[in-house]
T-cell receptor, first 118, second 112 residues
Framework: NAGVMQNPRHLVRRRGQEARLRCSPMKGHSHVYWYRQLPEEGLKFMVYLQKENIIDESGMPKERFSAEFPKEGPSILRIQQVVRGDSAAYFC????????????????FGEGSWLTVV | GQSLEQPSEVTAVEGAIVQINCTYQTSGFYGLSWYQQHDGGAPTFLSYNALDGLEETGRFSSFLSRSDSYGYLLLQELQMKDSASYFCAVRDRDNAGNMLTFGGGTRLMVKP
């Protein structure tokens, strides 16, 4: 049973370019979460999605960032016109059910996508 | 909103016991989780406490006191491979976003 798959693992972009990060949740999981981690810092929530729905995007910057989780295919985090401050590790996580309905807090993380903006 | 406080760094020797504390402030509360992250790796789930008391899983145990808004992760018989960052996380029952909020992490260095 494959875990959460993220690609690319490492991505280098020049300032002003676009970055697209992809995430395939674990089999049977329909809830996807994106987190950002700056060097030596904790995980900051960005967005929570279900298929074709953005449930909570309270952690997403208002500009340049967008996320989707289409009916078919992986979830995508898109960063337009990247700046140096976007350099970070972006982690995707998934869970099988709405955490409210579950008895635990377990979400499963992918290996992350490391974005470097030069 | 939520906030979690944990020490930034802890150092211990192989074979020792170490305790990593976490205090939290939330408008509601629905459990405290712990995750481990090695450098360059993914955060991996360690334990979860919804009720007061101690949960034991092998060398790792986690404790929760809801009245004190406090929990800790206890690592026994430390091994070099335990050198990693450890994050506590909470889910706020009132959080419409349903996501976990993480602390800043505690970097554990195990020395021989």
């Amino acid at each position: 049973n494959a875990g959460v798959m993220q690609n690319p693992r490492h991505l280098v972009r020049r300032r002003g370019q676009e970055a697209r990060l992809r995430c395939s949740p674990m089999k049977g999981h329909s809830h996807v979460y994106w987190y950002r981690q700056l060097p030596e810092e904790g995980l900051k929530f960005m967005v929570y999605l279900q298929k074709e729905n953005i449930i909570d995007e309270s952690g997403m910057p208002k500009e340049r960032f967008s996320a989707e989780f289409p009916k078919e295919g992986p979830s995508i985090l898109r960063i337009q016109q990247v700046v140096r401050g976007d350099s970070a590790a972006y982690f995707c996580a998934s869970s099988p059910v709405n955490l409210r309905a579950s008895s635990g807090n377990t979400i499963y993380f992918g290996e992350g996508s490391w974005l470097t903006v030069v | 909103g939520q906030s979690l406080e944990q020490p930034s760094e802890v150092t211990a020797v192989e074979g020792a016991i170490v305790q990593i504390n976490c205090t939290y402030q939330t408008s509601g509360f629905y459990g405290l989780s712990w995750y481990q992250q090695h450098d360059g790796g993914a955060p991996t789930f360690l334990s979860y406490n919804a009720l007061d008391g101690l949960e034991e899983t092998g060398r790792f145990s986690s404790f929760l006191s809801r009245s004190d808004s406090y929990g800790y992760l206890l690592l026994q018989e430390l091994q070099m491979k335990d050198s990693a960052s450890y994050f506590c996380a909470v889910r706020d029952r009132d959080n419409a976003g349903n996501m976990l909020t993480f602390g800043g992490g505690t970097r554990l260095m195990v020395k021989p």
